[in-house]
């Protein structure tokens, strides 16, 4: 079988995990805990790495984290080698602690972050030994596990200065306790809802994320053998160029590109619009955030209330088939 790919460029986001040899344990008390995030610690300020949330277990462990520098594979390196050195000293053994590799996932930011660091997170109560507590017992272990970086963001006071909590939070209201207490609700909802793992979606080529992210990746990033490789990146090379689609949806809506694009617009062309960027035209919810004046976050609020309209009215479903159709054709 081939090895997952590596994929790496600025600015990349990913889950990352590692498992003790043979599900053995990788640490055997506390001290070996605060060890291996120490050298978390150095290793993500030596490469400038952003560690966006994180949980050791007694056998493996997660990270999500951000790589300006593109450089995920020599921090990781180093930062295994480290740990792996440290324990091996420590308790007079020699070989590997680590079952091969360790395995990462890219992630589509703009859509799956969250998802992502909410699963990281739930990690302490999803074992079987917790699986008769009560909702109320699930919480405060949850919220009391302290290697875990879940604790760090829904309280004021912190235990990992080292954290990149900013990112996260702000998709919840900001670094404040309006913020802290929305990204508590979204992660405990998983505690009373059966919330399908978002890795799932990386099964087969290592990339969180929809077929849009997955085709723009594979045309920007992946050489054509490798794709051939990858059964699931053998996508079309190409996208259809925003211009083309804003011109679409100005034609079949009636709705004029500036009146559209422009700020306090709430018609269902501005949602349609950013629908279409986002699947065909290949830009992030950033960019598509940037064309049009706006955060980020309200992309893709608008885009999901357009997908619930479109699900509801048979003549805005109509209307985005008809668009997508000419798109194609053109």
């Given at each position: 079988m081939a090895r997952p790919l590596?994929?790496?460029?600025?600015?990349?986001?990913?889950?990352?995990?590692?498992r003790g040899n043979a599900r053995e344990d990788i640490v055997r008390d506390d001290a070996n805990r605060k060890a291996l995030l120490d050298l978390l610690a150095r290793s993500s300020e030596i490469y400038q790495v952003d560690v966006l949330a994180f949980v050791l277990m007694t056998n493996h462990f997660h990270l999500v984290i951000k790589t300006p520098l593109a450089n995920l594979q020599e921090f990781m390196r180093h930062f295994n080698i480290s740990y792996t050195s440290y324990f091996n000293r420590t308790h007079q053994r020699v070989g590997h602690l680590y079952q091969g590799r360790y395995k990462s996932f890219l992630i589509d930011a703009d859509t799956y972050l969250m998802e992502v660091t909410r699963y990281v997170h739930l990690n302490p109560v999803r074992i079987k030994k917790n699986e008769t507590l009560s909702l109320q017992e699930l919480r405060k272990h949850l919220r009391a596990y302290p290697w875990n970086s879940y604790p760090d963001y829904i309280r004021k006071t912190i235990h990992y200065p080292w954290l990149s909590r900013e990112e996260l939070l702000s998709s919840f209201g900001g670094n404040n306790s309006i913020g802290r207490k929305t990204y508590r609700q979204f992660v405990e909802s998983g505690l009373m809802e059966d919330i399908s793992?978002?890795?799932s979606k990386g099964k087969g080529h290592g990339i969180i994320g929809d077929a849009s992210f997955i085709e723009k990746i594979s045309t920007r990033y992946i050489p054509s053998m490798m794709k051939r490789e990858v059964p699931a990146l053998r996508k079309i090379d190409r996208h259809i160029k925003?211009?083309?689609?804003?011109?679409a949806v100005t034609s079949e809506t009636g709705t004029e590109k500036k009146e559209f694009l422009a700020r306090g617009y709430q018609g269902i062309a501005r949602g349609m619009a950013m629908e279409l960027l986002y699947r065909h035209g290949g830009l992030t919810q950033r960019e598509?955030?940037?064309?049009?004046?706006?955060?980020?976050?309200?992309?893709s609020?608008?885009?999901?209330?357009?997908r619930m309209s479109a699900e509801q009215d048979e003549h805005i479903k109509q209307l985005a088939t008809r668009i997508q159709e000419r798109l194609i054709q053109e």
């Open positions: 590596r994929i790496q460029y600025e600015n990349a986001y990913y889950h990352v995990t590692c793992t978002p890795l925003p211009e083309r689609i804003l011109d598509i955030g940037e064309l049009m004046g706006i955060d980020y976050s309200a992309v609020v608008g885009r999901k209330r357009f």
